[in-house]
């Protein structure tokens, strides 16, 4: 069996996704297999018993949002009673950011990839502080939500409709000439989103002050393009998946509680443990005491060849993740150890604009003893808090072992 | 005499320079001096006997505008017969790229540096290919100032007005970690003044097409914010200029056949010699026998500390001006030899965050036979082309030896 040629095979499928942003609708009607009584959630699949607080948290807002509870006492009697189900967004072709929490009448990106006719989906970024990705479902919390799907999310889908879309690859690869990584650093990227926007939401029948708060609420949060990049690494990855025979690793995961991934050549098996507290910056008042373990869907940067994988971009970011500019690039050259392929798009100018490292081989990882690098925003343990700090993180080691050992049964070698 | 307190003082005045973009009017009526039969160029002094094809075709373009004359022949007979003046933008508390003319209707941009009270000025960006700036004057070229003045400008200056203005410093200080120098790469400021504008401009009682069709220019145009940038930085410079017993450079400014500098301490003295060719990268169909010596009061902004001097954060822009991102990174190491300080708020992550070399020292060019290095566009030398690449350049090493035996002459050194 050629591992190497199905690697080969599995990220030059990742390279050639074109994911097209191409629209805003209500996740009940975009994603495949959404029901009304489904919440998806971010990482591998967690039953209420053991997921951390901020994912508790952001259930319960978003059965506050939906409606269907009155306030967390109610909402925990809800889940309790077995009332809602629970599955991951990536069972659904779908990636959320920390918590990851999308609810039926939650507005979504939705995503084409022109390459391979497959569709992935997002929810909309709520900026930062307290949001419900971290966790947190005060009244404020609700109101934004309530606001970025009344007006923020069919405002962006209009003006989409208005053309071709907008090419994600193409915007992640110019950002990375601006010094982002795109996964805790967006700001070219989110403005980029923006300067496509501005002109196509001038020209909607909406009134001025409705444009001019999308607008600006766009253009504040550095973050805007966070979730339309993360599905299309999801569009990326998925494109990649299901090679006969490839060890390069489809997904990295966390739901606060386990840190999972699954592989190309190993179907639609999870490989879970539990997921370390990142070792970042906190903001004042926090440490790391408040950390809640790793948590979020966004480790599908990493998993495409951006985010803590193309740092020797991103300098800047060591203010915000901790560090130095000398080990920001130092871990875009340590990811380079344990991947199969330099990304024919996404390049890296301060290192002669090589590719970035690109299909984490889990082969590398286990000889090599190095985990992959993940850049991530660090949410408080407790549900209702929010977002306590930045830093990095790797996954546990033991996963990329025990879907090694898979990947030797599976295939029949010693 | 301690020239090195007296630097010390220039250079801190540049550093505590704010200057804030305020607003946009007519150049006749914001521009102190301006004048009716008079036009404002880049560089030193310089008569219609000695311009250069590029000034020459702005010129004309600028009497087309004005109305002034019906066609090339016309304009040149109006200059020939002395019925116009031409005076330095540097004379006027202004600044202009490229050729810099600036006619008494054209809208410029009005900053005011909140440290030292004192307003500076510039045009707007016309955006790439055939603008006036390069020389061209076709009626395309006429048109696209038109729309400028009459919509792009006014929407500007209204959006500006309805606030505070804004921080050019700041936006500079926030590029430089977005991997612009801030000359010849404003991709991440232009973006930035988007984000500035945008949810003002969609506030404005224009009509949505305007606002569209403004959003849509300041968007695609990735040097929108270079002359609010330019004139930024002459303020800062104008701050730190007329210093007794400095030998800081406060002006560098080319018009295409001569490049001139001043000197803090030595009043208003230009000290000129013939002006290099860059050395570049051309676009197809041009080569360096089509290239016009250097032209433009743009390095302006390596006289306040960025541009050529910040190359080093701009790794990215060696595929426009030509060498390798490590040349990028010796660029800014080497112009630390040959300044008097590290900017304050103007840093550069590459470099741990150091700041960027500030204040040019005529001693130490002369001293170590070391020239300023200036990023640049190229423009063809004839009238009526427009560009054709960008390089790097450096200023005669001749006008730095003749400044300072002025110096030591002003001064009684030997």
Redo the contacts between chains.
């Keep these: 069996m050629d591992i190497d040629a199905a690697n080969a095979t599995a990220v030059g499928r990742m390279m050639e996704s074109r994911p097209i942003l191409r629209g805003v609708a209500p996740a009940r009607e975009a994603i495949p297999g959404m029901a009304s009584n489904l919440l998806l959630h971010a990482g591998p699949p967690i039953e209420w018993a053991r997921m951390s607080g901020p994912l508790r948290g952001a259930v319960v807002g978003a059965l506050l949002f939906e409606g269907l509870a009155k306030d967390e006492a109610g909402a925990t009697k809800m889940v309790e009673r077995g009332e809602v189900r629970f599955e991951p967004c990536h069972h659904h072709h779908a990636v959320g950011p920390m918590a990851g929490v999308i609810s039926p009448s939650m507005a979504v990106y939705v995503l084409e990839d022109v390459t391979h006719e497959r569709k992935t989906f997002s929810g909309l970024n709520e900026g930062y502080g307290k949001v419900l990705r971290y966790g947190a479902f005060s009244p404020e919390v609700l109101q934004r939500l309530r606001w970025m799907n009344d007006t923020l999310g069919p405002m962006i889908g209009e003006a989409l409709a208005s053309g071709d879309g907008l090419d994600v690859r193409a915007a992640i690869a110019e950002a990375l000439?601006?010094?982002?990584e795109g996964h805790n650093r967006n700001?070219?990227g989110s403005?980029?989103f923006?300067?496509?926007l501005?002109?196509?939401?001038?020209?909607?029948k909406a009134g001025?002050?409705a444009?001019?708060?999308v607008?600006?609420f766009i253009?504040?949060n550095a973050l805007s393009i966070l979730n339309p990049v993360m599905a299309a690494c999801k569009a990326m990855t998925e494109a990649g998946h299901g090679v006969e025979g490839s060890t390069v690793v489809t997904t990295m995961a966390r739901n606060g509680t386990d840190f999972g991934i699954r592989v190309s050549g190993l179907g639609d098996a999870w490989f879970t443990a539990p997921a370390a507290v990142p070792d970042g910056l906190y903001f004042p008042g926090f440490s790391a005491a408040d950390a809640n373990p790793d948590i979020g869907d966004s480790a599908i940067t990493e998993t495409a060849g951006i985010g803590g994988f193309a740092m020797a971009t991103a300098?800047?970011i060591?203010t915000f993740v901790g560090g130095?500019?000398?080990d920001a690039v130092n871990a875009t050259l340590e990811m380079y150890e344990i991947t199969v392929a330099e990304h024919k798009s996404f390049t890296l100018?301060?290192?002669?604009?090589r590719g970035t490292p690109t299909g984490i081989d889990i082969r590398k990882v286990v000889e090599l003893g190095i985990a992959p690098r993940i850049n991530t925003g660090i949410a408080h343990r407790l549900p209702g808090v929010g977002q306590v700090g930045a830093g990095l993180v790797r996954p546990p080691m033991a996963i990329f072992e025990q879907a090694l050992l898979a990947f030797a049964e599976r295939y029949g070698l010693q």
Tied chains: 1, 2.
């Design positions: 000439h601006m010094a982002d700001k070219a403005l980029l923006l300067k496509f501005a002109p196509r939401i001038a020209r909607l001025s002050e444009k001019a708060e607008l600006q253009g504040d300098p800047a060591v130095t500019p000398r100018p301060p290192l002669d604009f």
